[in-house]
Each structure stands twice: as structure tokens, then as C-alpha cells.
């Protein structure tokens, strides 16, 4: 593995261990496509090997300082870029050579010489590229959380056109014939850009306070949806257990029915002794099974009342029908009205009603699994029963 390769794989391990996720855009990504511009770069102007190493070598490291932050991030990249070196037994020309390099990268600074104008092109070579304006948002979301600076969509062109048409230059021959005119693009499409959106009003403080009153008013849409979906769920899971109760309801009283009708007028024979003990289990669990469908779909009811200081003290779910339904139309509509304007109240109130339907859900499907349960081992003990009756009757 030679001495480039070597750069690489530290910087990526560097990078995975120590750089905070809120680098976006100054990450190894971004390093290896200024490694692959220095290359096209080195090649076309025609520096010789040793140049092209030191120039991948810096190239690998100008950005290895911010694993410690913004301040200084070039001085702190060569201290790194150093000890690397010198770990590798690399010679103090070659190092000073690399650190000055990774120096040249600074933002206002003009470069000295060719490989000074290489790396400066290449750490810019993006300006050029067709998904400019799309990685330019990368470092716009960087600055929002490493460096706490906001834009707005208006004012982030405005800076971007800035710096594009005003704040920057290419260097070198290649990057003028091959990458100027790509660039000279970009910034048509930013003008573009600014002109929509100062027609459409988006500027400054008004733009971002569009922009905030759009996120809330998303947030409350995905509140909204989030109650209605989870209400609508335990609705229909509670029609799901009544629907289960009435089936055990149904099958449990045509299985007494039939019994009535059928087997009990037939008890009185002395030859049907032997189905009386069957016949009870039978209905006994039948019976039992009935009294638990029944629990289970049982409504309890509320007093129905309640009072102002109850909604002043914000105590009434004035969503479930049990708490209003013996107050007068005036008194719900005042107090609906009350709980309206509080959005706390109102959401709490929503919360309650998903909580005390969820706890009527616990109770309606512990009492049907219970109703099932008897049923089932009703139905295997009434069945033994009657064979074990019957050949008792045959013996």
C-alpha cells in the first residue's frame, strides 16, 4: 500500500470516528471528490509525480481539521497531515510542502504557484458541477447546525450568486477552458432562482416566517392525522369484539335452544338417564359463556354533567358522550367553544379519549378471550360427557 492509499484509508477512519454527523458537507465525500479533481487537474497541467503525491497527500488532509470544529480548521489539518508524515518516516520538505498546500486552501488566500492554483481549483471544482445547487444545500444545512447561520431560500442564492460571481476565481488553464463556462451556468440558474423568489414575495424575515408558519402548520396536519388514524383504529377494533361477542351470543343460544326443544323433553325416560349430567355441563357452560359476551359488551354509563369550574379546571373530556349528555345544547356549545380555544386542552382531551377507549378495549377483549376460553373447554367437556354417557348406557 503506498503512501496515498494510506492517507486514504486514515482519513476515512478519521472521519468515521471523530467528525461530528453535523458536518454534511465537509466529510469524506466531499475529500475524495477533491482528491479525483487534483488528479484531473495534476494531469492536464503537467506536474510530475512527486508534485502530484504531495498534492493528493494535502489534498487528503485540507480538510481533516474539522473532525475539531470551524476555527482554524486548515492550521489543524497540517498538525495532523504532520504527524501522519512523520509517522511514515516522510522527509520535513515534503511535510512543509503538504501543510502549505493544505494553508492555500484557506478562503481569502491567492495562490503562489501552480500546485497552490491546483488545490484551490479542486476544493472549488463543484462550483462547475450539474448537482451544484443541490450540494450547496448540504453546506447550508451544515452551517445551520455546526455554525447556528439561518437562511432563507432567497437569501441563500443571494449568498451563493455572491460567491460564485464576485468571490471566486479559477486558476489554472484546465479549469478555465473546462470548467468556467459549466459554472457561468450555475449562476444563471441562481439569478433564475432569486428573480422567482423575489416575485414571489420571498424575502428576509418574511420569507422565513412563511416558512415557520408552513412547518407548523404541517406539524399540527401530522397531529390531526395521527388522532384521527389511531381513533379510527380503536373504533373499529371495538365493533370487532362486539361483533365477536354477538357470535358467541348467537352460537351459545341456539346450542340452549336446541337442548330445550330437543334433549330435556327426553329426560324423563328412564332410558335417557344417562344424558341428564351431559345435558347440564352443556348448558352450564353455555350459560356461562352468555354471561361473559354479555360483560363484554355491557355499556357503562356516566352522569352525564358537569360544571364550569370542571372546564375552567380542564377536568372534562368534552369528546366522550357520557360527560355531556344531560347538559343543555347551551352549556356543551359554551363549553366546546372554552376547550377549542386552549389547544392544550383540546389535544388533552384527545389524549384522554384515545386512553380511556384503549382501556375499555383492555377490559372488552380480556372478558372475550375469557368467553372464548369457556366456551372452548365447554364444547371438549360436553362432548367427553355424552361419549363417556353413552357407553355407560351400553355397558
Not at 420569507?207 to 404541517?218: H, Q, V
Not at 347538559?327 to 380555544?341: F, G, H, R
Request: overall charge negative; hydrophobic content about 40%.
Amino acid at each position: 500500500m503506498n503512501l496515498t492509499e494510506q492517507a486514504e484509508q486514515f482519513i476515512y477512519n478519521l472521519f468515521k470516528d471523530n467528525l461530528s454527523e453535523s458536518f454534511t458537507y465537509h466529510n469524506f465525500s466531499h475529500t475524495l471528490d477533491v482528491v479525483n479533481a487534483v488528479k484531473e487537474l495534476a494531469d492536464h497541467e503537467k506536474v510530475n509525480q512527486q508534485e502530484s503525491s504531495i498534492l493528493q497527500i494535502a489534498a487528503w488532509f485540507h480538510d481533516s481539521g474539522y473532525i475539531h470544529g470551524y476555527k482554524d480548521h486548515e492550521n489543524a489539518g497540517t498538525l495532523i497531515a504532520s504527524n501522519f508524515l512523520k509517522e511514515h518516516n516522510i522527509s520535513d520538505d515534503y511535510i512543509q510542502k503538504v501543510s502549505a498546500l493544505i494553508n492555500a486552501t484557506q478562503y481569502d488566500y491567492s495562490p503562489q504557484n501552480i500546485l497552490e492554483e491546483i488545490i484551490r481549483d479542486a476544493d472549488y471544482f463543484h462550483f462547475s458541477r450539474e448537482n451544484y445547487l443541490i450540494r450547496c444545500e448540504l453546506l447550508r444545512n451544515e452551517w445551520e447546525k455546526t455554525l447556528d447561520k439561518k437562511f432563507t431560500d432567497f437569501e441563500w442564492a443571494k449568498v451563493n450568486l455572491e460567491k460564485l460571481s464576485e468571490n471566486h476565481v479559477y486558476y489554472t488553464d484546465y479549469a478555465k477552458a473546462n470548467w468556467q463556462i459549466p459554472k457561468e451556468n450555475n449562476i444563471a440558474l441562481i439569478k433564475i432562482m432569486i428573480q422567482t423568489l423575489g416575485a414571489n414575495g420571498e424575502d428576509g424575515e418574511e420569507a422565513l416566517n412563511k416558512k415557520k408558519k408552513k412547518k407548523s402548520e404541517k406539524s399540527d396536519r401530522g397531529i390531526d392525522t395521527l388522532f384521527r388514524i389511531t381513533l379510527g383504529n380503536h373504533t373499529r377494533l371495538s365493533g370487532i369484539a362486539d361483533s365477536k361477542a354477538n357470535i358467541l351470543l348467537s352460537v351459545n343460544a341456539i346450542i340452549i335452544s336446541i337442548a330445550l326443544s330437543s334433549l330435556i323433553p327426553k329426560l324423563d325416560s328412564a332410558r335417557n338417564a344417562h344424558l341428564i349430567y351431559p345435558t347440564f355441563i352443556m348448558l352450564m357452560f353455555s350459560v356461562v359463556s352468555i354471561i361473559f359476551a354479555i360483560l363484554s359488551t355491557r355499556p357503562k354509563i356516566t352522569s352525564g354533567t358537569f360544571t364550569r369550574q370542571d372546564i375552567e379546571d380542564k377536568k372534562v373530556n368534552l369528546l366522550f358522550f357520557g360527560n355531556f349528555y344531560k347538559m343543555p345544547l347551551e352549556e356543551y356549545e359554551w363549553a366546546v367553544n372554552e376547550m377549542m380555544k386552549d389547544r392544550e386542552y383540546l389535544y388533552n382531551s384527545l389524549i384522554k379519549d384515545l386512553y380511556f377507549l384503549g382501556l375499555v378495549l383492555e377490559k372488552k377483549y380480556k372478558l372475550l378471550r375469557i368467553t372464548y376460553n369457556i366456551f372452548m373447554v365447554g364444547l371438549i367437556i360436553s362432548v367427553l360427557s355424552f361419549v363417556i354417557a353413552f357407553n355407560w348406557s351400553v355397558i
